[in-house]
């Protein structure tokens, strides 16, 4: 069975440009998070989806930010426009059980804005 | 609100040496306690858990036992190997009507040969 999948693994971009991160996640599981570590920080939760809905959007640092998941299956996480502070590795996860299952994470985007 | 604190890094120990990383934790209710593995190049992967006090989580020789009343959950392994080399992250979840994660910095270790 496939994992958790993120594209791309890398992303290098300069200020005020907008880039796209996609998660794909384990198929059948209807719960779908980001989390985002900046450098140095702890992993923070952003958001998280149950099916197509987002069920908890607390963690989102800004309206720069919009992460969709068309159809409840994989979801997308765009920034626009991006700014320094936005450098980091962004993760998605996902879970069959919300509240008791395991999250499964994938490999993590790393973003370096100039 | 909910925290965790975990003993920065990077540790680095000889191959076949004994392994404590120590994480506390501040939190709401009872949480459920995790740790997390990072594998190079890898994403974090459920190392091992512990859904209620006292309980003993355990995985790949790696355990950790959820201790309520000094609010730990340390890491231990008897005898380390290279590739255990990794880093490891103490996380939580509150189960408080969310569904996050709180996670600790993550602390590196390095075994050498």
């Known amino acids: 069975e496939a994992g958790v999948t993120q594209f791309p693994s890398h992303s290098v971009i300069e200020k005020g440009q907008t880039v796209t991160l996609r998660c794909d996640p384990i198929?059948?599981?209807?719960?779908l998070y980001w989390y985002r570590r900046v450098m140095g920080k702890e992993i923070k939760f952003l958001l998280h989806?149950?099916?197509?809905?987002?069920?908890?959007e607390s963690g989102m640092p800004n309206n720069r930010f919009l992460a969709e998941r068309t159809g409840g299956t994989y979801s997308t996480l765009k920034v626009q426009p991006a700014e320094l502070e936005d450098s980091g590795v962004y993760f998605c996860?996902?879970?069959?059980?919300?509240?008791?299952?395991?999250?499964?994470f994938g490999p993590g985007t790393r973003l370096l804005v100039l | 609100g909910d925290s965790v604190t975990q003993m920065e890094g990077p540790v680095t120990l000889s191959e076949e040496a004994c392994l404590t990383i120590?994480?506390?934790?501040?939190?709401?209710?009872?949480?459920?306690l995790f740790w997390y593995v990072q594998y190079p190049g890898e994403g974090l992967q459920l190392l091992l858990k512990?859904?209620?006090?006292?309980d003993k989580g355990s995985n790949k020789g790696f355990e950790a036992t959820y201790r309520k009343e000094t609010t730990s959950f340390h890491l231990e392994k008897g005898s380390v190997q290279v590739s255990d080399s990794a880093v490891y992250f103490c996380?939580?979840?509150?189960?408080?009507?969310?569904?996050?994660?709180?996670f600790g910095k993550g602390t590196k270790l390095s075994v050498i040969p």
């Open positions: 198929s059948g599981h209807d719960n």
């Open positions: 120590n994480c506390t934790y501040t939190a709401t209710g009872y949480p459920s």
């Open positions: 989806f149950v099916k197509e809905s987002k069920q908890d």
């Open positions: 512990a859904t209620k006090a006292d």
């Open positions: 996860a996902s879970s069959q059980d919300g509240l008791a299952g395991p999250q499964y």
């Open positions: 996380a939580l979840h509150s189960g408080a009507g969310s569904y996050q994660l709180t």
